[in-house]
């Protein structure tokens, strides 16, 4: 009983040994040995869902299907799946008879965005090569190990990755990836001492290569109406040096820009900021009131220069922040009514070519990325997919700073465990496979490249009773 007891203290040393020293498993770096339990779970659990009491589309907010979907495209291993499909679809694309051949397939050609010439027009237009980017999440929100490695990865895979209201800070320039700077509603990164916009800043910040766009956030889909928060224990010298306010703080935005308060107001921010920096500019929201879209995009053609030259319209399912249940559960249009709406009210005011559309909220599978593209968007971006791209297990710990694998953590200890250089393989493994896995439909339908899809490749499916029934767009 001695010597076997003295083996199992042995074997457990080695496999803690092996756990630290290891960098891709954030996990185990963090859990040493016990973190075995969790992966030993996922492995066997699909050995074992007769005996489960919820099927693997039943949790909150992303079921086990999507998160692993994920995973594996972020690992790099097969994303092929036997015995038919789980899914129970809302929608359906419809197949081309003679879909597209190999030696016919082109490379999707990217979309430029801002204008060259005319009222609006920015110095230094933007061609987005990828449809699919990386959507606004803040230093401070995210550790700083997790945005070194979204910056690292969004370089690799060619594709672009938003600030979030947090600001700029050098974790987002390290990896070299294109820069959208955010400017949410307390103006962080480019506030004066007052609080207010400072040109200053603006110019220091246009003037870095990397940085290829600002955004300009009314709303984001996790709390509509209120502006961002990030928890005093996440407010250290270094993010409240960034932001311009006091450390040790709860930093909680106004509910929208003092500064902006109509239409009138919006269009002339959006074109000061352009002339200012020369580069394109676009506003992030939420849909609400759809009168407020057909007031702005009319604005829009009475006003050239005060155009934005994309909106992202953000679901109000989306959203990664901490946020008031009521919020993030009711309020806000989803992307599913929204996207569709403002689609057609872009192409009823003839600004189809003049405005991009980047759609987002809880897109981080191909089929709804393409269903996306099908209904309008020119771009899809993701916040909570490139987290899971890095390990997220969806602890829901994201606002406590005790995030187990680091992703949203401010502990030393377990953000050392996610390791950037790693991780940034992963992020961009899972943008490319999303990118290619959308083109395979696009193929289906008999496209050439995603750029081409419409709302004709794809079919609602209505459940009734006894069955389905497909619903034409």
Not at 307 to 328: H, K, M, N, R
């Amino acid at each position: 009983m001695l010597v076997f007891a003295v083996i199992v203290i042995i074997a457990l040393g080695l496999v803690y040994l092996h756990d630290v020293r290891q960098t891709k498993h954030t996990i185990l770096r963090n859990f040493p040995v016990l973190g075995h339990v969790r992966y030993f779970a996922e492995t066997w659990g699909e050995y074992m869902r007769q005996y489960q009491y919820l099927p693997d589309w039943a949790e909150r907010p992303f079921n086990r299907l999507e998160r692993s979907w994920v995973y594996r495209s972020a690992k790099g291993v097969s994303n092929l799946i036997s015995f038919g499909s789980e899914a129970v679809p809302s929608f359906v694309f419809r197949n081309a008879t003679f879909p597209v051949l190999d030696e016919e397939k082109k490379h999707y050609p990217g979309k430029l965005i801002g204008i060259a010439q005319g009222p609006g027009a920015s110095r230094a237009p933007y061609l987005a090569q990828s449809f699919f980017n990386i959507s606004g999440m803040s230093y401070g929100a995210l550790s700083h190990a997790a945005v070194s490695a979204l910056s690292g990865g969004a370089k690799l895979a060619g594709v672009y990755m938003s600030t979030g209201e947090g600001g700029l800070s050098r974790f987002h320039l390290e990896g070299g990836a294109d820069i959208v700077m955010q400017i949410g509603t307390a103006k962080y990164g480019v506030r004066d001492a007052e609080g207010n916009l400072s040109d200053d800043r603006l110019r220091e910040i246009a003037a870095l290569p990397q940085v290829k766009m600002f955004e300009v956030k009314l709303a984001q889909g996790a709390k509509p109406g209120k502006g961002g928060i990030l928890p005093a224990n996440k407010v250290t010298q270094e993010i409240a040096d960034i932001r311009g306010i006091p450390v040790g703080q709860d930093s909680i935005s106004p509910n929208r820009h003092k500064d902006i308060g109509n239409i009138q107001e919006l269009g002339r921010f959006i074109a000061h900021v352009r002339d200012l920096t020369g580069k394109p500019v676009g506003v992030k929201f939420v849909l609400g009131d759809p009168a407020f879209l057909d007031e702005w995009f009319h604005d829009c053609t009475e006003n050239p220069a005060h155009c934005p030259d994309y909106i992202q319209v953000d679901g109000g399912e989306g959203g990664t922040g901490a946020a008031p249940e009521s919020l993030a559960d009711y309020v806000g249009l989803p992307i599913t009514q929204a996207l569709p709406y403002v689609a057609a009210m872009r192409y009823e005011h003839g600004l189809r070519e003049r405005i991009r559309i980047v759609a987002s909220g809880k897109l981080v599978t191909p089929d709804k990325v393409a269903w996306a593209l099908c209904m309008g968007a020119d771009f899809v971006s993701s916040a909570r997919g490139f987290m899971f791209s890095l390990g997220c297990i969806q602890a829901m710990k994201c606002g406590t700073g005790r995030c187990p694998t680091g992703v949203t953590s401010v502990d030393p200890r377990l953000i050392k465990g996610l390791d950037p250089a790693d991780k940034a393989v992963r992020a961009a493994r899972y943008a490319q496979k999303m990118r290619e896995e959308v083109e395979i439909i696009a193929h289906s339908c008999g496209l050439t490249d995603p750029g081409f899809f419409a709302p004709k490749h794809v079919t609602e499916i209505e459940r009734g009773v006894g069955g389905f029934r497909a619903q034409t767009n």
